[in-house]
């Protein structure tokens, strides 16, 4: 009777190992978010080099390339590109009240940091925002999940919402792309 205890536990064993292991998942990397996207007919797909749309550096070397005249002379200068749109919405801004609570990558929000949060791109992933209604553009780095309201796409830092106009009309439509350093 031992040896069948024995093996029926064992057997419990290996199949709640098998169990646990279809619930684990892992987050997606920037290429399997981008064709998840495309697949659901959003025409948006990153054509070449998307694993490297998340930062070597966790995206602090582009702290300084918040938006604006630098984001596009870094463009111009082939320093930058940009894959095509991979996601597009309602884009708003985190409160100041927020400031110093800790992210979901585990950092401190800053007010100044050039940050952002998206539901599904991995953590270090960098993202152009460009607004649809008036064309200018902020880069930000994803450390923090949400927007969980419907219909947003992106919650972003004071210093990002400040680089599109976005604080005096609190939410813009907006289309996002990652950005890709180019290996020279």
Do not use: W
């Amino acid at each position: 009777m031992g040896i069948a205890r024995h093996l029926v536990i064992a057997l419990a064993v290996v199949v709640a190992a098998g169990t646990l292991e279809g619930c684990a998942s892992t987050a997606p990397s920037a290429a399997q978010h981008a064709r998840k996207r495309s697949k659901r007919a959003r025409g948006a797909t990153i054509e070449r080099g998307a694993e490297r749309a998340v930062a070597p550096d966790g995206g602090a070397a582009l702290d300084g390339v918040a938006g604006g005249d630098r984001l596009e002379q870094a463009l111009e200068d082939g320093e930058l590109e940009l894959t095509d749109a991979v996601d597009e919405g309602l884009v708003s801004y985190y409160h100041d009240s927020l400031a110093g609570n800790p992210t979901a990558n585990g950092e401190r929000y800053r007010l100044a940091g050039a940050t952002c949060a998206h539901k599904t791109l991995p953590f270090g992933t960098i993202v152009v925002i460009e607004d649809t209604q008036t064309g200018k553009l902020a880069t930000c780095r994803v450390n923090d999940r949400g927007p969980f309201v419907k219909g947003r796409v992106l919650d972003v830092s004071k210093r990002v919402a400040r680089d599109l106009g976005l604080l005096d009309r609190g939410v813009i439509r907006a289309r996002l792309r990652l950005i890709l350093p180019t290996t020279a």
